[in-house]
């Protein structure tokens, strides 16, 4: 009931400041986590074990060795030669070169491999492996490359490997290539559309690239890439880093690329087809210190197929490039000037389709459906965003995906306050903390550090690794305020730069840099990531005496009760700490209130609230900056005293406007009697003076009062009891 009379006056103010044209993503049925990621079209199929979190240590499975380098030749001849798309165009030939370090004597290399490869041959330094060394395990997709001599851990070594990619139907199984044949129709949103020109595409997140390259396919694991494809007459691709084009006398075109920086193989990408391209320009700012690339100029190159391009941004056609990517720069402006400026020498979007997916952050060339081609804004902020979320500082392993994630859902917020201030900005963070409150699994959703790899993308994946982890980076802003939020940011980028952050290295940088909170920090991160769950508060009010007995003084009792709810997840906190956002109504439409922000720290907490000279009529806890749940408003129906001692009990009897009160476990001093409005204002002393122990009986004519409910209060000595009474005539 809260949230929806929260939203309902925020849609109010958004009604009167877009009232024109209400942004899409501001929309009632718009559902960020569908944006992204199309779950329907494509069910990943493979099981992956499930990494146990371990706290304090990390968890990264690391190999002995480090990549340095991948260059990578992919022949796509075959593939995109005929019109068709048969099995027999599913393959092609691929050499990598992978130079690594070792970071152990060892005679064994093992490296990933997927069941679409086969290896024609390895060479090390230039030199064939024997074949009878050369083992592939196909259950864990391993190749694995003995009776290796003399390794050291000073030499660099390079592995070329060279294979063959046999591919599968796309969706039948994890596919990593792609290739769709021209005129190929396919469903999208309940509508039939066709391939416009033959594509091939590779799609790698979490664990795919080792289905289209031998390589090392862990996040951490980063390396500089130079590739190259070739590819028929009138083919242009797309991929990581800077191209130069070279022509073979058969008309055939290598596509050359370099990237000047390490990145994922997650993160690596490569897409052909006739594509028609046009071309933007970021200018980083001059003069800022924390510039990573040092050219002013960035190219951002687009790729899509010529008949989604019309002559302008207005045209009514449903795919528009030209409209779709109108902002791109605007948006690259915006994130470098709050964050730190684009760190990259390039970027671009590729649009393709069929696409299992809504958007993939490929390092400097996002691929997106073609439908993000008829809109898709905070989409398109989300695959930017991850250029520094993601891209620039990468989750170790999967299980700190929701640095990644997380990240990028919060740059749409970002965006959205650039477009439509800070309303746009709490509306969207909010929607993030809804959509994940919301979900029906929430009391028993795992934290968000332990999702499976194969949850990840899906199921509980989006509320928790998305949403819920986009609002612990929109918790951060408010818990630092903005000065402190983005430089830390700042440093954090710096500091991690073109490297990888576990979950830990996140929470130990925020808390260093900040350790004059009130709170612990580390604590706080580790509590909404590490841990399941969310605080559940329940709101009692005490009504304290004050020095001046004529008003009531206000006291609230804050419990958190997430511990005590019905299918829980195992692991919830007892305790968050943090801040609570108080909400008390004064009235009983619940149309005025005062807010406090209060520290709590620990199960239950009493704060007194001096300065409120009212009974608040209903206590909320609110979820705008501080994710949280509380029960549901209710007009107080009694006001407890929390003062120790025999209870007084007070039964009134109501007769009109003569009620008659009988007032037991009274103790032997002072007692008064006050009535009070329901918004707790003094209406008039009923009773006082000395009394004995035991029972007061008494009755009062209160016909000059107007009808009405009202509270009775009773002090005798230091307790306090209060009831209702009616007056009606
Ligand atoms: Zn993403």
Redesign the pocket.
């Known amino acids: 009931m809260l949230k929806f009379l929260i939203i309902s006056s925020f849609l109010l103010t958004f009604g009167n400041l877009f009232s024109e044209e209400l942004p899409f993503y501001l929309t009632e049925n718009y559902n960020p986590r569908f944006e ?1 990621r199309n779950f329907e079209s494509y069910v990943r199929s493979y099981q992956s074990t499930k990494h146990n979190h371990i706290q304090g240590e990390s968890r990264i499975a690391r190999r002995d060795y480090d990549v340095l380098s991948y260059d990578l030749k992919l022949d796509w001849r075959n593939p995109l030669s005929s019109p068709t798309a048969l099995t027999s165009d599913r393959y092609y030939n691929g050499i990598v070169d992978i130079k690594l370090q070792f970071t152990k004597v060892t005679d064994k290399l093992v490296l990933d491999i997927g069941k679409t490869l086969f290896i024609n041959s390895i060479k090390i330094n230039g030199k064939i492996i024997d074949s009878l060394d050369i083992r592939i395990d196909r259950n864990k997709e391993e190749l694995v490359i003995s009776n290796l001599v003399s390794i050291n851990t000073s030499n660099t070594y390079s592995f070329e490997v060279d294979y063959t990619y046999k591919g599968d139907l796309n969706y039948s199984d994890r596919s990593g290539f792609f290739l769709h044949e021209k005129g190929l129709s396919y469903k999208d949103r309940g509508k039939t559309y066709i391939v416009e020109e033959k594509v091939a595409y590779t799609m790698s997140e979490p664990q795919d690239a080792r289905l289209w390259v031998v390589c090392n396919d862990s996040p951490h694991d980063k390396a500089i890439l130079t590739s190259s494809v070739t590819v028929p007459e009138g083919f242009i691709v797309s991929s990581n880093g800077k191209s130069t084009i070279t022509e073979n006398l058969d008309k055939s075109r290598i596509f050359n690329f370099n990237h000047k920086y390490p990145i994922s193989t997650y993160l690596m990408t490569f897409a052909a087809s006739k594509f028609d391209t046009f071309s933007h320009t970021f200018t980083r700012k001059t003069g800022e210190l924390d510039r990573l690339d040092t050219n002013s100029l960035v190219p951002v190159n687009y790729y899509f197929w010529a008949t989604d391009n019309p002559t302008s941004d207005t045209s009514t056609q449903i795919y528009n490039v030209k409209k779709s990517f109108k902002n791109m720069v605007a948006m690259m402006e915006h994130f470098s000037d709050k964050m730190i400026p684009y760190p990259f020498e390039i970027y671009g979007m590729t649009a393709v389709a069929p696409f299992p997916y809504g958007g993939m ?1 490929h390092q400097t060339m996002t691929t997106i459906h073609r439908n993000w081609l008829a809109g898709a804004e905070s989409g398109i902020a ?2 930017l965003g ?1 250029h520094w979320f ?1 891209n620039l500082v990468t989750c170790a392993t999967w299980q700190d995906l929701w640095h ?2 997380g990240g ?2 919060w740059t749409e917020a970002l965006w959205a306050e650039k477009v439509g201030g800070k309303d746009a900005y709490k509306f969207y963070t909010y929607r993030n903390a809804s959509n994940y409150l919301n979900s029906n699994q929430f009391l028993s959703l795992p934290a968000i550090a332990d999702v499976t790899i194969p949850q990840l993308f899906t199921g509980v994946g989006g509320p928790l690794v998305y949403q819920k982890a986009g609002f612990v980076y929109h918790m951060l802003r408010a818990l630092l305020g903005d000065e402190a939020f983005f430089k830390t940011l700042r440093e954090f980028h710096l500091a991690y730069k073109f490297n990888y952050i576990e979950t830990s290295d996140f929470a130990d940088f925020w808390a260093s840099k900040n350790p004059n909170l009130e709170i612990d920090l580390k604590v706080f991160i580790d509590q909404f990531i590490n841990k399941p769950g969310h605080p559940k508060y329940e709101l009692t009010p005490l009504i304290y005496d004050g020095s001046n007995k004529n008003i009531p003084k206000v006291r609230v009792k804050v419990s958190q009760i997430q511990s005590k709810i019905q299918n829980v997840a195992v692991g919830t906190p007892e305790v968050f700490i943090g801040y609570l956002d108080l909400v008390m109504y004064k009235d009983t439409t619940f149309t005025t209130s005062d807010i406090s922000r209060i520290k709590i720290t620990q199960k239950d907490t009493i704060i007194e609230f001096p300065n409120i000279t009212y009974v608040p009529t209903a206590l909320e806890a609110l979820s705008f900056d501080f994710l949280c749940i509380s029960e549901d408003k209710q007009a107080i129906t009694s006001i407890e005293s929390d003062e120790i001692g025999d209870e007084i009990t007070v039964s009134s009897h109501s007769n009109g406007k003569s009620p008659s009160f009988s007032i037991e476990n009274l103790s032997q001093g002072i007692t008064q009697i006050q009535l009070l409005d329901l918004n707790g204002r003094f209406i008039q002393t009923l009773f006082e003076s000395q009394t004995e122990k035991g029972t007061l009986k008494f009755s009062n004519d209160l016909s000059d009062v107007a009808n009405g409910v009202y509270f009775v209060i009773v002090r005798n000595n230091n307790r306090m009891k209060t009831t209702k009474v009616s007056l009606i005539d």
């Open positions: 992204y952050e989300h695959e991850h993601g990644n994630e990028a859902t």
